[in-house]
């Protein structure tokens, strides 16, 4: 049961033993960090009450859960939030490039439901929609034990949406089970969360994310690892960060280490513009993440070469040590700045003059001009 789920043994648990006691929740509500198996595990459950081969728990080769794999069964139906598109009574799109992009969207999730696509318009999930599947619930499945319903990122309902789905979530029909997903708990309506059993997804260890990049994706160990540990726990920031980000944000960020070793403050310069006009916020945060990753390193090295994360860059963490002089005081004080300068980002700075003023404010620490805390 639930054998794809990994680093989730706590979540596990609570539903394999509602499952086995017979006390199954209608309404459930899976909430924690981006990226760590939510919709994952609400899929497999999906599959587990409707599989047809119960005794061996969901299979590849129930009819019923390849279906749910492909995402074309007819009783398994995955909400998300969208832009606010036209969409008929019974859920047709109007605009062909409207349905598309949904379609992208699906095609995404049968990859692997830890990436998402995402939309380059504002999105939220409308009552329209809410509405639709309050329709669909009002008839039994077609050939599943039950209908289920799976609300990607809930917490998007508008309040009508919100308000408007309460009773059905508080009194799902006998044949219907829900899900919601959401990594911002606290925007869910109070009532909301008082219908639905709640069960905590936790962020995933490094260990086990590295080990999963390198079995499912073929990654190389050195790449495998550094993104295992940037990703703060996240599966999806770790697979985005392994298949296509990573080089780009690596090479920056091993720029600004040898910019820093040799004082060259026209290297950062060119490499600032890479965010003018606060262009690529993403970029910038991999590549804060990665710096603070290399201090956390150097810290290391001279303490447990096993645990350093740039295993590839064992010559350049020993040159960086030798030619600064730090303390473990220096390097957790570098690691803090890195971590306000992420929160900088959140606001209004300039990101360009974020990267500036964190190559500054680094060189100030390592020669031992920086302020401590």
């Known amino acids: 049961m639930f054998k794809l789920i990994e680093g989730q043994d706590s979540a596990l648990a609570t539903l394999t033993h509602l499952i086995e006691s017979g006390k199954a929740a209608r309404s459930y509500l899976f909430y924690g960090p981006a990226g760590v198996g939510k919709l994952t595990t609400a899929l497999e459950l999906a599959k587990i009450v409707n599989c047809k081969h119960p005794d061996s728990g969901a299979d590849e080769t129930c009819p019923s859960c390849h279906k749910i794999d492909f995402f074309t069964h007819p009783d398994v139906e995955i909400i998300f939030p969208t832009p606010k598109f036209e969409v008929s009574d019974e859920g047709e799109f109007k605009k062909e490039d409207e349905q598309q992009q949904v379609q992208a969207y699906i095609e995404q999730l ?26 669909s ?64 997804f936790n962020a995933i260890t490094p260990e086990i994310i590295e080990d999963h990049l390198i079995q499912h994706y073929m990654i190389d160990p050195a790449l495998a690892r550094i993104s295992a540990r940037i990703a703060n726990g996240s599966m999806a920031k770790a697979i985005r960060l392994a298949k296509s980000d990573f080089i780009e944000a690596r090479k920056m960020s091993m720029d600004m280490i040898e910019a820093l070793m040799q004082d060259s403050f026209a290297t950062i310069h060119r490499l600032s513009k890479n ?40 010559e350049l963490l020993e040159e960086f040590q030798d030619r600064f002089s730090m303390s473990d005081r220096v390097l957790q004080n570098g690691i803090l700045l890195l971590e306000e300068q992420k929160r900088l980002l959140a606001g209004h700075v300039h990101h360009e003059l974020i990267f500036i003023n964190t190559f500054y404010e680094l060189r100030k620490r390592l020669h031992g001009r920086g302020t401590y805390v």
């Not at 039994?140 to 949406?161: G, H, L, S, W």
């Not at 009773?167 to 919601?180: D, R």
């Not at 006009?277 to 447990?304: K, P, Y």
């Open 110 to 135: 049968k990859v692997t439901p830890y990436e998402r696509m995402q939309f380059n318009k504002s999105t939220s999930i409308h009552i329209d929609v809410i509405r639709r599947i309050e329709r």
């Open 275 to 314: 965010f003018t006009n606060n262009r690529n916020e993403e970029l910038l945060r991999d590549v804060l993440d990665f710096i603070a990753i290399w201090l956390g390193d150097i810290c290391s090295f001279s303490h447990d070469e096993a645990h350093i994360s740039n295993i590839d860059q064992k």
């Open 137 to 200: 619930l009002q008839y039994k499945p077609n050939e599943a034990n039950y209908r289920v319903v799976i609300i990607v990122e809930a917490d998007e309902m508008t309040n009508q949406a919100a308000n408007a789905f309460l009773k059905t979530l508080e009194e799902p029909p006998p044949y219907a089970i829900i899900i919601l997903t959401t990594t911002n708990y606290s925007r869910l309506l109070p009532t909301i969360i008082s219908r639905c059993q709640k069960v905590r």
